[in-house]
């Protein structure tokens, strides 16, 4: 009588562990299936966007004067793209087709009454010719200005190595379409007041301004980016040496 009531407690607990698996294992087997979401946990300096950002789920972290760079540092750039960059000083207007493929930039800016002017920048050299020549002069890009491309383009660097203390403004703004990290600089001893808008799409500067007064005295608008930089880019001086083959090493 005992063995046959060992008998029966071994079946009892063999069918609870049985179902006990059953449950944890094959019961997901034939149930609906349920999407998992894991949803990103914003670090305490972030906080939602508004309207459609705040509806898509999108994080955007916030801007001050103080922290503007450091949000512009940490956008995702483009490596290899082409775009129009225009220029507006002085009553003239200058047009610039730009080329970025790596480390390596290629400007080429049409002057009015002047012969258009190429440049090209990479390993830390710049060259320069105008149309006609039939050789390019170099120099150091280290020994030259920051605006080593000569031709008054400014780049979202030039917003990086502002200093801290003159940044009065700063946020997000639609400019030209784009949604933009702006910033604003007081320069006090020049009476002017200069405004940049970097792309929070792709990391790029696609307009700049410089005031003096109410009135714009400089102006800088870059066209949407065309990316990558097509095969047929040419980054070869005049006498035909290839400096760098697109989407080379």
Known sequence: MERNNRTLLVVLIAAVVVAAVFASFGLPL??????????????????????EDAQSG?????????????????????????RTVTVTMEGAELTARVWVDGDW?????????????????????????????????SWSAR???????????????DVLALDKRSITAAGYETKNDFDCVFAEVSVPELGQTERYWVSADNGLLVAAETV????????????APEFPVPA??????????????????
């Open 212 to 223: 003096v007064g109410e009135d714009v005295v400089y102006s800088m608008t870059a066209a």
């Open 105 to 137: 930039t290629r400007t080429d800016l049409t002057i009015p009454q002047r012969p258009t002017a190429h440049t090209i920048v990479g390993e830390d050299t710049v060259w320069r010719w105008y149309d006609g020549d039939s050789q390019a002069v």
């Open 232 to 249: 047929s880019a040419s980054f070869a001086l005049p006498d035909g040496t290839v400096l760098h083959a697109v989407g080379g090493e």
């Open 143 to 157: 020994e030259g200005s920051a605006d080593v491309e000569g031709q008054h383009i400014p780049t979202y660097e």
């Open 30 to 51: 034939f149930a609906n299936p349920t999407a998992t979401i894991t949803l990103p946990t914003p670090a305490p300096s972030e906080t939602p966007g508004d309207g």
């Open 58 to 82: 999108v994080t955007r972290v916030e801007v001050a004067p103080n922290t503007v760079q450091s949000v512009i540092a940490a956008l995702s750039r483009l490596e290899s793209y082409s």
